[in-house]
């Protein structure tokens, strides 16, 4: 199974400021054939399920905010949040799709402001 | 409008069973895997396996594979989870999602909490 670890477990950030957070997996997400990483992101608020942010590590999803971006290749990945919002306080998850079953998700990042 | 709705919380003691209900709506039942998902008290999210509404075919995640069922009733659009020999461990909220277009859990239910207390 594929293990993904995130860092930093949770981060305090200014209003304004730039969260970066960053998903570590055991091996490479990297399909090399079409050469797309099977990696996204979530976010998920209190008593809500979780919400795609980005896929193929670096593609936003409709809808979400500019200030959302994805980048890495491989087996690193880092989401930033270029402008931290009062409604982006939530914990974000990294999950790779490369190899299934099983899916993984990272364990998570509590994202707070400081 | 894609929309699925899980039945509600449930209180169980250690070694009972449990089953959740999952009824979609806004798309074709049988078109995506129905995924379920645990998410222990202030924990991470864990696959726990999927069925094919088409034909019922079902994956489970190596950690639930004794305990775990997970159908689909194309009659109502509805895909249970159902999970026996409870443990205080298995407290959480499970999530029913789907798949879409391949990649990601774009739709999911609301979480339904199970309790396991004595």
């Known amino acids: 199974d594929i293990v993904l670890t995130q860092s930093p477990d949770s981060l305090a950030v200014s209003l304004g400021g730039r969260a970066t957070i960053n998903c570590k997996s055991s091996?490479?997400?990297?399909?090399?054939?079409?050469?797309?990483?099977?990696l996204a992101w979530y976010q998920q608020k209190p008593g809500q399920p979780p919400k795609v942010l980005i896929y193929w590590a670096s593609t936003r999803e409709s809808g979400v905010p500019d200030r959302f971006s994805g980048s890495g290749s491989g087996t690193d990945f880092t989401l930033t949040i270029s402008s931290l919002q009062a409604e982006d306080v939530a914990v974000y998850y990294c999950?790779?799709?490369?190899?299934?079953?099983?899916?993984?998700f990272g364990q998570g990042t509590k994202v707070e402001i400081k | 409008e894609v929309q699925l709705v899980q039945s509600g919380a449930e209180v169980k003691k250690p070694g009972a069973t449990v089953k959740i209900s999952c009824r979609v709506s806004?798309?074709?039942?049988?078109?995506?895997?129905m995924h379920w998902i645990q998410q222990a008290p202030g924990k991470g999210l864990e696959w726990m396996g999927l069925v094919d509404p088409e034909d019922g075919a079902r994956m489970y995640a190596e950690k639930f594979q004794n305990r775990l069922t997970i159908t689909a009733d194309t009659s109502t659009d509805t895909s249970y989870m159902e999970l026996s020999s409870l443990r205080f461990d298995d407290t959480a909220i499970y999530y029913c999602?789907?798949?879409?277009?391949?990649?990601?859990?774009?739709?999911w239910g609301q979480g339904s909490l199970v309790t396991v207390s004595s």
């Open positions: 091996q490479s997400v990297l399909y090399s054939s079409n050469d797309k990483n099977y």
């Open positions: 999950q790779q799709y490369y190899s299934t079953p099983p899916w993984t």
């Open positions: 999602a789907t798949v879409k277009a391949g990649r990601t859990f774009d739709y």
């Open positions: 806004g798309y074709t039942f049988t078109d995506y895997y």
